[in-house]
């Protein structure tokens, strides 16, 4: 797998059970290169000593905000100044409440405060402290200042009980963060490039090696990419029609990714009411084969088709040309497949990178990887729909499951369909083939 060299990873760890595990995560760490140093909150202590961390890691456990040794050289600013990146693991739904709060009352929440790095949190909790309304807020609020979610997983909880709250094995957590520090590689700034973590003896930092968590993916920049989104409409007469839920808004937020990444788009859209991107090439559609017909175009000599649109499965065999009066009780409508338009071009001979989205309400997984093979995609993205706190159709907001052949997987987490899309594009850079 990818590595961590040189990267330096600040490890939080607040309250709770699952604190027992992130012992295994900072070695899990260590093991794929990082140089990990340890914040631990008054609650975390209570669950594991500061001397096993220590002893893992083999740095200093940090646990006071004003440790008089250390703060002689503004030691916690120091060390939010070291990190490349944060890692929380736990987080309590305490400590995210406090972050959303801007609380600066330990050692812990005052680093993420006086830090400018990507910050990582992978909540772990009972299962209804998390599906509670506060803590769903703040987990919505922190993913839109731009904290990462790892999780929560499902399963048997400490307390007994079984759900959603459980915090990711730590060979999950660490996989996540490699994936995270590849796709979002940053060059740390100016300011504190080269700025060493002081221990409580010292306290002069001296020129040091500078931090090293540029990461150099491949880039979308002067690909052709081209996007299907929305829904389509099937017409049964002339007022009424058959369509669906979808509003666009994930494949418009791809297409304005794309673009910020320098890549030339051409965005087909069904029905909806958004405007246009800047610097998208945009084609109006209505009917399933209307957009089948204008995406056959459109691919040729393109790089990626991504297929975002909720295109309807079957259409009226005959549409009526005038309205349907309402004489019976019951109306039956014969209904015949329309095209199918992912699955035609990646037939094409000389065929763009291709990317499908599946829509599922069950066995996420399994339906996603049986369109992927089926079709013979590239990439896969599903979501679970209809869920509480993932509505998706409408939202702004957005999670995704990532998948490719050879059994690769990707977990997107819920956040703004803007953050989702740039991370889905990152992915896909990766993916394409060198030429």
Known sequence: MQ???NKKILLGISGGIASYKTATLARRLIDVGAEVRVV??????AFITPLTLQALTGNPVHTDLLDPAAEAAMGHIELARWA???????????LMARLVNGFADDLLTTLCLATDVPILIAPAMNRLMWSNAATQDNAKTLTARGYTLLGPDEGAQACGETGAGRML??????????QFATNNGVTPISKHAGSPMPTPSEH???????????????????LHIVITAGPTVEPIDPVRYITNRSSGKMGFALATAAVKQQAKVTLIAGPVSLSTPPG????????AKSMHAAALNAVHGADVFISVAAVADYRVEQVAQEKIKKNDNAMTLTLVRNPDILASIAAMPERPFCVGFAAETEHVEKYARGKLTKKKLDLIA????????????????NSLEVFWPTDGHQHIPAAPKKQVAAQLLDIIAERLPTS
Do not use: C, W, Y
């Open 382 to 397: 599903a979501n679970h729909v209809g869920q509480p706190d993932n509505p998706v159709f409408g939202s702004d907001t």
């Open 40 to 45: 631990m909150t008054s609650g975390a202590q």
């Open 84 to 94: 490349d990146i944060i890692v929380i693991a736990p987080a309590s739904a305490n």
């Open 280 to 287: 998208v090439t945009r084609i109006d559609v209505d009917t």
């Open 169 to 178: 094995e730590p060979e999950d957590i660490r996989d996540r963060v490699v």
């Open 204 to 222: 002069n930092p001296a020129a040091n090696q500078p931090s090293a968590f540029a990461e150099h993916h491949k880039s979308l920049a002067g």
């Open 3 to 5: 590595s961590l060299q």
